[in-house]
């Protein structure tokens, strides 16, 4: 059986219009490839360059009512839109980071402060979140972070300013790197 379109898109803003969505998402296409965005009530909780499997990460991290709703994630799109065409430089967005250990929240916290077209280092936001061994755990945390591109882990290299490891693959990382006009080195 097949549901009509038109009544497929009324349930589905029925159920965001009602509160009965742990997390509405939309698949946004982007010049690094087709995103899928998540909004929860909290806010943004996912950017995400492998939709088909971050579906099921949802799912399991705040609950199976995990629908693709329409204009969910408008406001994250739009952003994301600006940031692209090079007229947005940073993110006003209300992000939703409930679900992430208080150490990675620490460093998420600390990685939205990265300017802009700059770089840092792992040991660096290591250090600035009291914990000056820890870089690995910091690359840990770059390689689960929830929100890429809003929480710019694309502007973390290592301790010598080369390019290391992006979840996203080092492709997307030099052209995000690209679009911000960031010397490769240290800011």
């Not at 693709?68 to 980071?97: G, T």
């Not at 250090?127 to 890429?148: L, Q, S």
Request: charged residues 25%; hydrophobic residues 40%; contains cysteine.
């Amino acid at each position: 059986m097949t549901v009509p379109t038109d009544l497929d898109l009324r349930f589905l803003e029925a159920a965001a219009r009602e509160g009965l969505l742990d997390v509405g998402y939309e698949l946004h296409d982007t010049p690094v490839g087709t995103l899928l965005v998540g909004v929860s009530e909290r806010g943004l909780c996912s950017i995400s360059y492998d939709p088909e499997q971050e579906l099921d990460h949802l799912a399991r991290t705040f609950g199976a009512r995990v629908l693709r709703v329409p204009n969910a994630a408008d406001d994250a799109r739009r952003q994301l839109d600006e940031y692209f065409e090079q007229r947005r430089q940073d993110f006003d967005l209300e992000l939703d980071l409930t679900p992430t250990a208080r150490f990675a929240h620490q460093v998420l916290d600390e990685l939205g402060r990265v300017p802009f077209g700059t770089t840092t280092t792992y040991g660096t936001l290591a250090a600035k979140v009291g914990h000056p061994r820890a870089a690995r755990a910091v690359g840990t945390v770059m390689n689960r972070n929830p929100i890429p591109i809003v929480l710019p882990c694309h502007r973390v290299v290592g301790a010598n300013g080369a390019l290391t490891g992006y979840a996203g693959g080092l492709d997307r990382k030099r052209l995000l790197l690209a679009l911000e006009g960031a010397e490769l080195g240290l800011a």
